[in-house]
């Protein structure tokens, strides 16, 4: 027996520490009991992106160390080839690759899986490296290297080894920035956002839109080499304010490093609300959104909790009246909405969270009651008006067609189950109020049934390659144009106010014009749109499925034919006409028709290669046709341009032969240069604007374009031809400090030229005195101050003497309006203006270097 007993205490030992060899151990994971552990060796380092690092030497090839162990991960090989700007091998590039789970809601620690391996590239440019990954997971690539832009990017794991292909990684800036106050004092320990304006992605490795640094104890933020050229804005995190650069930064190749200050102001304390999230056991809660509500358009304040719950409001406008706090997009617990009110500068607020519940359901077959095991849930919540985040589970195998949905609050709530199978439909959205207690919920998933389609044209001719769209109507009329969503995202079509409709099945009928639409059947009415092309769009209503329904047949109109070709080339080429070029990119002509009691028909038509087009189905009525030589959201190119080509009426049966000439909008470049004070504006943020002529309407395309001045003042641009002012954000010899100034010079750019020209601005300030007839002070009124032909506009009120106050200002002549409102009230007091009104100018001007009072005289 003792023998026995001695074996059995052995065995107990070894299980105990291949327990604690095996259990997740990575900062700040739970455990079961809910207590947060931590390795003996310190915190995992953490990137510019936010992203757990390796806990392995970068200087190892092939290191692999799991952050979060577990025993369901598999091994997922990850291979490519780095390469330069020039196209040969980029040597030493440090690849980082992770495994991100997909799932949203909370899991249990044992679950948890964040797993991570690090590897440099060889002499050729390529790397391999291996890494445990489970289904369902992301696997993240970042590479990073002294003089190199970090990318970024995430690729789905399918089950086997993911190749990335070659990879060009450009050349970074050489940054080297530094965070001071407004008395040129270093500031330590500050934490900057960069986000990059986009201009669209080579591939799924792309150089970073965001970057966090924090400066050292001299200030200076470690961004040497590591930043794409491009347009960045930047935010501070936490409670300082940024001054300058503002309001954006450019960043340009260059042999020389650039040299940046970021100016920073700490907040005052009377701007703050301080305190801490914390949780039913009073321990701090990380990534809560706190926002300030003070029954405005947009939160006075928003901040996100540190590890140890605490935040810092800062308010963005004038501190004012008290106002509530607001918990929101915070995994695993209830949002929170106080009743009672917090004055500014106020401190040690605790802001106590409920942890939220899970919600289990059994999925059956609605007609055998058999379980379905394969499926994934998608719910939302309502609070009040307001719909909450959407959460889109994973498709999963679940034994017995039993789950349980994690970390749901209490409330109101949505759920949709979207099976696998084929053979089965979604369900209907049920809605419930969770509880403490809400019992175990059963979803019934329907069978499909069959409705065939035939399209055939007035001749009888099938129809094939034509789109079908079987959808459930939402509040308005569904027609062509109408948008139509994925029954996933059933928040999106609430929070539309059913002004979309859910997308039931869609198909392509085929040489016959025939097609198969599956979906169960029922009593509600649906709708079938019949999209083309080849003919003109319809709509059939209402459509109802049924077991054994005769084939359903439709006749189209053909509509009428267009077609021609647009040039020249070389024009069209410079306006990103390319073969095999991306179609977001390629110019287009968009046709509209908007006809009395009948909806808004749009088409746009993507030019072929060598500039011809041809569209079909239009259907008969007047059409406007615009030329845009670029269409890709988020990229704003500066010789973007667009142009109205006229209308063209068509009547049904038409075919018509249309060409047009675009010359007129060839890219011209403009070669300037920027004196400020009579001094060259050195890095200067230089903003040109594409004004209009007098009396004509407002350009179409891009109208403003950024770049910014070299060491002389001068500046390079491409720009879409047109009449264009200046505006300035530079640094002056005030003490260091940025203005914001508009050149009362413009100039006229034309197709295909190169202009150039020197844009004088000089400083000065603008003190005008406002009374009225009897001689009284006109305090507290707004008025606005601009300058004909350079776009400039300002709104300023009065102080109590009835004085106006722009300083600086560059010097010119200007015009003095003031706001006669005509309304006022409670939209006056909301956005803390004069409400809604016409402005009417009492008088002009100018504006000197001296900056004496000028006064001015309000008329009845």
Same mark, same amino acid.
């Given at each position: 027996?003792?023998?026995?007993?001695?074996?059995?205490?052995?065995?107990?030992?070894?299980?105990?520490?291949?327990?604690?060899?095996?259990?997740?151990?990575?900062?700040?994971?739970?455990?079961?009991?809910?207590?947060?552990?931590?390795?003996?060796?310190?915190?995992?380092?953490?990137?510019?992106?936010?992203?757990?690092?390796?806990?392995?030497?970068?200087?190892?090839?092939?290191?692999?160390?799991?952050?979060?162990?577990?025993?369901?991960?598999?091994?997922?090989?990850?291979?490519?080839?780095?390469?330069?700007?020039?196209?040969?091998?980029?040597?030493?590039?440090?690849? #980082?690759?992770?495994?991100?789970?997909?799932?949203?809601?909370?899991?249990?620690?044992?679950?948890?899986?964040?797993?991570?391996?690090?590897?440099?590239?060889?002499?050729?440019?390529?790397?391999?490296?291996?890494?445990?990954?489970?289904?369902?997971?992301?696997?993240?690539?970042?590479?990073?290297?002294?003089?190199?832009?970090?990318?970024?990017?995430?690729?789905?794991?399918?089950?086997?080894?993911?190749?990335?292909?070659?990879?060009?990684?450009?050349?970074?800036?050489?940054?080297?920035?530094?965070?001071?106050?407004?008395?040129?004092?270093?500031?330590?320990?500050?934490?900057?956002?960069?986000?990059?304006?986009?201009?669209?992605?080579?591939?799924?490795?792309?150089?970073?839109?965001?970057?966090?640094?924090?400066?050292?104890?001299?200030?200076?933020?470690?961004?040497?080499?590591?930043?794409?050229?491009?347009?960045?804005?930047?935010?501070?995190?936490?409670?300082?304010?940024?001054?300058?650069?503002?309001?954006?930064?450019?960043?340009?190749?260059?042999?020389?490093?650039?040299?940046?200050?970021?100016?920073?102001?700490?907040?005052?304390?009377?701007?703050?609300?301080?305190?801490?999230?914390?949780?039913?056991?009073?321990?701090?809660?990380?990534?809560?959104?706190?926002?300030?509500?003070?029954?405005?358009?947009?939160?006075?304040?928003?901040?996100?909790?540190?590890?140890?719950?605490?935040?810092?409001?800062?308010?963005?406008?004038?501190?004012?009246?008290?106002?509530?706090?607001?918990?929101?997009?915070?995994?695993?617990?209830?949002?929170?909405?106080?009743?009672?009110?917090?004055?500014?500068?106020?401190?040690?607020?605790?802001?106590?969270?409920?942890?939220?519940?899970?919600?289990?359901?059994?999925?059956?077959?609605? #007609?055998?009651?058999?379980?379905?095991?394969?499926?994934?849930?998608?719910?939302?919540?309502?609070?009040?008006?307001?719909?909450?985040?959407?959460?889109?589970?994973?498709?999963?195998?679940?034994? $017995?067609?039993?789950?349980?949905?994690?970390?749901?609050?209490?409330? #109101?709530?949505?759920?949709?189950?979207?099976?696998?199978?084929?053979?089965?439909?979604?369900?209907?959205?049920?809605?419930?109020?969770?509880?403490?207690?809400?019992?175990?919920?059963?979803?019934?998933?329907?069978?499909?049934?069959?409705?065939?389609?035939?399209?055939?044209?007035?001749?009888?001719?099938?129809? $094939?390659?034509?789109?079908?769209?079987?959808?459930?109507?939402?509040?308005?009329?569904?027609?062509?144009?109408?948008?139509?969503?994925?029954?996933?995202?059933?928040?999106?079509?609430?929070?539309?106010?059913?002004?979309?409709?859910?997308?039931?099945?869609?198909?392509?009928?085929?040489?016959?014009?025939?097609?198969?639409?599956?979906?169960?059947?029922?009593?509600?009415?649906?709708?079938?749109?019949?999209?083309?092309?080849?003919?003109?769009?319809?709509?059939?209503?209402?459509?109802?499925?049924?077991?054994?329904?005769?084939?359903?047949?439709?006749?189209?109109?053909?509509?009428?034919?267009?077609?021609?070709?647009?040039?020249?080339?070389?024009?069209?080429?410079?306006?990103?006409?390319?073969?095999?070029?991306?179609?977001?990119?390629?110019?287009?002509?968009?046709?509209?028709?908007?006809?009395?009691?009948?909806?808004?028909?749009?088409?746009?038509?993507?030019?072929?290669?060598?500039?011809?087009?041809?569209?079909?189905?239009?259907?008969?009525?007047?059409?406007?046709?615009?030329?845009?030589?670029?269409?890709?959201?988020?990229?704003?190119?500066?010789?973007?341009?667009?142009?109205?080509?006229?209308?063209?009426?068509?009547?049904?049966?038409?075919?018509?032969?249309?060409?047009?000439?675009?010359?007129?909008?060839?890219?011209?470049?403009?070669?300037?240069?920027?004196?400020?004070?009579?001094?060259?504006?050195?890095?200067?943020?230089?903003?040109?604007?594409?004004?209009?002529?007098?009396?004509?309407?407002?350009?179409?395309?891009?109208?403003?374009?950024?770049?910014?001045?070299?060491?002389?003042?001068?500046?390079?641009?491409?720009?879409?031809?047109?009449?264009?002012?200046?505006?300035?954000?530079?640094?002056?010899?005030?003490?260091?400090?940025?203005?914001?100034?508009?050149?009362?010079?413009?100039?006229?750019?034309?197709?295909?030229?190169?202009?150039?020209?020197?844009?004088?601005v000089d400083i000065g300030r603008l003190r005008v005195r406002v009374r009225d007839r009897d001689g009284r002070a006109a305090a507290n009124q707004v008025f606005r101050v601009s300058q004909p032909g350079s776009?400039?506009?300002?709104?300023?009120?009065?102080?109590?003497?009835?004085?106006?106050?722009?300083?600086?200002?560059?010097?010119?002549?200007?015009?003095?309006?003031?706001?006669?409102?005509?309304?006022?009230?409670?939209?006056?007091?909301?956005?803390?203006?004069?409400?809604?009104?016409?402005?009417?100018?009492?008088?002009?001007?100018?504006?000197?270097?001296?900056? $004496?009072?000028?006064?001015?005289?309000?008329?009845?």
């Open positions: 027996m003792n023998k026995l007993a001695v074996a059995l205490l052995l065995c107990a030992c070894a299980c105990a520490a291949a327990w604690f060899w095996w259990y997740p151990t990575a900062p700040g994971i739970p455990t079961p009991d809910g207590d947060p552990v931590t390795t003996g060796g310190g915190a995992v380092p953490r990137h510019s992106d936010g992203a757990a690092g390796a806990q392995t030497d970068p200087t190892r090839r092939g290191d692999t160390e799991p952050e979060h162990r577990t025993t369901s991960a598999v091994r997922c090989a990850v291979r490519g080839r780095l390469l330069d700007e020039r196209g040969g091998p980029l040597v030493g590039c440090r690849v #980082e690759a992770r495994a991100r789970p997909r799932r949203v809601a909370p899991m249990p620690a044992a679950e948890l899986v964040e797993l991570a391996a690090v590897v440099e590239s060889a002499a050729d440019g390529r790397f391999a490296l291996e890494l445990p990954v489970q289904p369902g997971d992301d696997v993240v690539l970042t590479t990073r290297r002294d003089g190199c832009a970090d990318l970024h990017g995430a690729f789905p794991w399918r089950g086997s080894a993911i190749e990335t292909g070659d990879v060009r990684v450009p050349a970074g800036v050489r940054l080297i920035g530094r965070v001071v106050d407004e008395r040129g004092t270093v500031q330590p320990g500050v934490d900057l956002r960069f986000y990059r304006q986009l201009v669209g992605r080579a591939g799924p490795l792309a150089p970073k839109s965001f970057v966090r640094a924090t400066s050292d104890a001299n200030g200076v933020l470690p961004l040497d080499g590591h930043l794409a050229c491009d347009t960045w804005t930047v935010h501070v995190a936490g409670s300082a304010k940024l001054l300058a650069p503002s309001p954006a930064l450019v960043l340009q190749p260059d042999a020389v490093a650039q040299q940046v200050d970021f100016v920073v102001r700490p907040a005052d304390p009377s701007e703050l609300i301080l305190g801490r999230v914390v949780d039913d056991r009073e321990r701090g809660v990380a990534g809560a959104v706190v926002e300030a509500d003070d029954a405005t358009a947009w939160p006075s304040g928003t901040a996100i909790s540190a590890a140890d719950g605490s935040f810092e409001l800062r308010c963005r406008r004038p501190p004012g009246k008290p106002v509530h706090l607001q918990v929101k997009r915070v995994a695993g617990f209830e949002l929170l909405h106080t009743p009672e009110t917090y004055a500014w500068g106020t401190r040690g607020v605790v802001l106590a969270l409920r942890r939220a519940g899970n919600v289990r359901l059994e999925v059956v077959d609605a #007609e055998n009651r058999r379980p379905v095991e394969a499926f994934r849930v998608v719910w939302f919540q309502r609070h009040g008006n307001a719909l909450g985040a959407q959460h889109r589970g994973e498709p999963e195998v679940h034994a $017995g067609g039993r789950t349980e949905v994690l970390g749901v609050p209490q409330g #109101e709530t949505t759920m949709v189950v979207i099976p696998t199978d084929p053979e089965l439909a979604p369900n209907e959205p049920i809605t419930f109020v969770k509880t403490e207690s809400t019992p175990l919920l059963e979803v019934r998933l329907p069978r499909r049934v069959e409705l065939v389609v035939r399209v055939v044209r007035g001749d009888g001719q099938p129809v $094939g390659g034509t789109a079908l769209e079987l959808v459930q109507p939402g509040a308005a009329k569904v027609t062509p144009a109408t948008r139509v969503l994925d029954p996933s995202r059933v928040a999106m079509h609430a929070q539309q106010g059913g002004h979309s409709a859910l997308l039931l099945d869609r198909v392509t009928t085929d040489a016959r014009g025939v097609a198969t639409l599956r979906w169960p059947a029922g009593d509600k009415p649906l709708a079938l749109r019949v999209l083309g092309p080849g003919h003109v769009p319809l709509v059939r209503a209402p459509v109802y499925l049924r077991r054994g329904a005769p084939r359903l047949e439709i006749e189209v109109d053909t509509g009428a034919t267009v077609q021609g070709r647009v040039g020249p080339l070389p024009v069209l080429a410079r306006l990103g006409l390319q073969a095999g070029g991306s179609a977001l990119l390629a110019p287009a002509l968009v046709w509209t028709r908007e006809a009395v009691g009948e909806a808004r028909i749009s088409r746009r038509v993507r030019l072929d290669p060598n500039g011809s087009y041809r569209v079909v189905g239009l259907p008969a009525g007047t059409w406007r046709i615009r030329f845009e030589s670029s269409r890709a959201v988020g990229v704003r190119t500066p010789t973007a341009a667009h142009k109205d080509l006229g209308t063209l009426t068509l009547a049904a049966q038409d075919a018509v032969q249309m060409d047009y000439d675009v010359r007129d909008l060839e890219p011209a470049s403009l070669r300037g240069t920027v004196m400020l004070d009579g001094v060259p504006a050195r890095s200067a943020a230089v903003y040109l604007v594409r004004i209009a002529e007098p009396g004509a309407p407002a350009p179409l395309g891009v109208r403003s374009t950024l770049v910014r001045t070299d060491r002389d003042g001068g500046f390079t641009a491409e720009l879409a031809p047109g009449r264009y002012s200046l505006g300035l954000d530079a640094p002056t010899s005030r003490g260091g400090a940025r203005v914001r100034l508009t050149c009362a010079q413009s100039i006229d750019v034309a197709p295909g030229q190169q202009a150039s020209g020197v844009f004088a776009g400039f506009a300002a709104s300023v009120r009065s102080n109590s003497d009835g004085l106006l106050l722009l300083d600086p200002i560059a010097v010119g002549q200007y015009t003095v309006a003031v706001l006669r409102p005509t309304t006022g009230g409670a939209g006056a007091a909301r956005w803390g203006g004069a409400g809604q009104g016409t402005y009417v100018a009492i008088g002009t001007v100018e504006v000197t270097a001296g900056g $004496g009072v000028v006064e001015l005289t309000l008329q009845r």
